[in-house]
């Protein structure tokens, strides 16, 4: 005999939440796993004593975490999906019939709090990890990527005369514009009205586009993130070396760690980040830049007395320090007497238009030097090979899986926020992760250990 369903809604029913989400299920561990409750302490102060009641602060940052935790940007949606989903109502602490917060508080209450409280909960996380045993601390992978602004290229606008390029004004004439134009870099002349702290950036073989530049430390153990910031897009990433290390160090300091090696890429590569981590005892495997040569062609230098030899056996002593044009650098002159190279063979070809021969080298050679060295040992090729399996899969994710494809807030210090938050819901997810395989493992352990007899019913247990 078929069977027909007759659905009739109950007016009451007899439920508890808590026996319909399975033990196994994500957001059950981690309700039994993150406590936020002390948030409430450290954003009382952003509260009045009167008036309608906030959010929760608790709800808040796990609606946040949902967010990120499934890949959704919109504020609205992740409550939409709250109300839809029993295990986040577990995880949330809400029943079916109760009302979630409305979407546009989320909104309000991320401007309301400020940096110190997403820095306390990201740490706060970070120390969970430590404290499972998850973070080494003494190798760090440092990488950016560029996170997409809320803001059109359409949107831009000419800046008003700042005093540099009031300089270009002054020095040139009235119908030189062009020339000034040329000067001036693009975000120096052009600003988004939408997004100010957005900057105008390019990726190889992509069009411009406006964004915040996200950076991230990654330990090469279980790759946890360990630091994270944003700033903007037009900066070298050599320029943010001190910012990303500096807050690594700052974060696992507190739980009793220490960075011993840095890993990242050419773009870090700086007199600036070298000597930084010398001061600091750390090691840099940081590849030189392109435009460095470790030797130069027909010139051989002595490091101890600084100068250069010719193939003739010509010195070339240390004349001055100059200032690369448009550049942070400097650069030291050696230059030979202009009697030496006057009757000389090779002047043609060494001198080319000059009356005397001459060569340079960045002032930070030594750190160029050292760096060079170490990444062609082959430990200095491990390391670099670590990197890209460190912290690259992990921007990807982040990118793709964690909802930082793009930033549908405005300035640096919400972005940063974002980051944290997303670096926040990935290190949790590691940490679930890594409980899981731990109780495998030892489940293992347990059964490898008893008499073989017993096996067979251990494993059909398991």
């Not at 936020?36 to 309608?52: A, F, P, V």
């Not at 969970?128 to 996170?147: N, Y």
Request: some cysteine.
């Amino acid at each position: 005999m078929q069977g027909i369903k007759d659905y009739q809604e109950k007016l009451f029913l007899n439920f508890r939440l808590s026996e319909y989400v399975p033990k196994e299920n994500f957001y059950r561990h981690l309700k039994d796993t993150l406590d936020l409750s002390y948030l409430r302490g450290l954003t009382k102060k952003y509260y009045g004593s009167e008036g309608q009641k906030s959010i929760d602060t608790e709800v808040f940052f796990k609606l946040m975490l949902i967010g990120y935790l499934e890949n959704i940007n919109s504020d609205r949606q992740i409550v939409e999906s709250a109300k839809m989903r029993m295990d986040m109502l577990y995880f949330l602490g809400y029943d079916l019939d109760e009302s979630l917060p409305w979407h546009s508080t989320l909104s309000r209450t991320r401007k309301l709090f400020g940096k110190d409280i997403f820095w306390e909960l990201f740490r706060n996380i970070l120390r969970l990890c430590v404290e499972k045993g998850m973070v080494c601390g003494k190798t760090q992978a440092v990488d950016s990527a560029f996170i997409k602004a809320n803001a059109s290229m359409d949107s831009l606008v000419e800046r008003e005369l700042t005093e540099k390029s009031k300089r270009f004004l002054t020095e040139l004439t009235a119908n030189e514009d062009e020339n000034v134009n040329r000067k001036l870099k693009h975000n120096e002349r052009f600003v988004s009205p939408t997004d100010p702290d957005s900057r105008v950036s390019k990726k190889p073989n992509k069009p411009r586009s406006l964004d915040h530049l996200g950076i991230i430390s990654v330990d090469t153990e279980n790759h946890v993130i360990c630091g994270a910031l944003v700033d903007f897009a037009d900066k070298k990433d050599s320029d943010t070396t001190k910012k990303i290390v500096g807050q690594t160090v700052e974060n696992l300091l507190e739980t009793g760690l220490s960075v011993d090696e840095v890993l990242a890429d050419a773009g870090y590569s700086s007199g600036a980040s070298y000597s930084f981590l010398e001061e600091n005892n750390i090691t840099a495997y940081i590849p030189v830049h392109g435009g460095y040569k470790p030797e130069k062609t027909g010139f051989m230098y002595n490091e101890n007395e600084d100068f250069y030899t010719c193939t003739q056996g010509v010195k070339l002593p240390f004349k001055s320090i100059k200032k690369e044009k448009n550049r942070k650098t400097q650069t030291k002159e050696y230059r030979a007497m202009k009697t030496d190279c006057k009757y000389c063979l090779l002047k043609k070809q060494c001198c080319k238009n000059s009356n005397y021969g001459q060569v340079s080298h960045s002032i930070d050679k030594p750190y160029y030097d050292k760096a060079y060295t170490l990444l062609n040992t082959r430990k200095g090729r491990q390391k670099m090979r670590l990197r890209k399996s460190t912290v690259e899969p992990v921007w990807g994710t982040l990118l793709h899986f964690r909802g930082m494809k793009k930033v549908y807030t405005k300035g640096n210090a919400l972005a940063t926020k974002q980051l944290l938050m997303a670096a926040a819901a990935y290190n949790l997810k590691k940490l679930l992760g890594f409980n899981c395989v731990k109780i495998a493992v030892m489940t293992i352990r347990n059964i490898v250990d008893k008499p073989i007899s017993t096996w067979r019913t251990q494993f059909l247990l398991f």
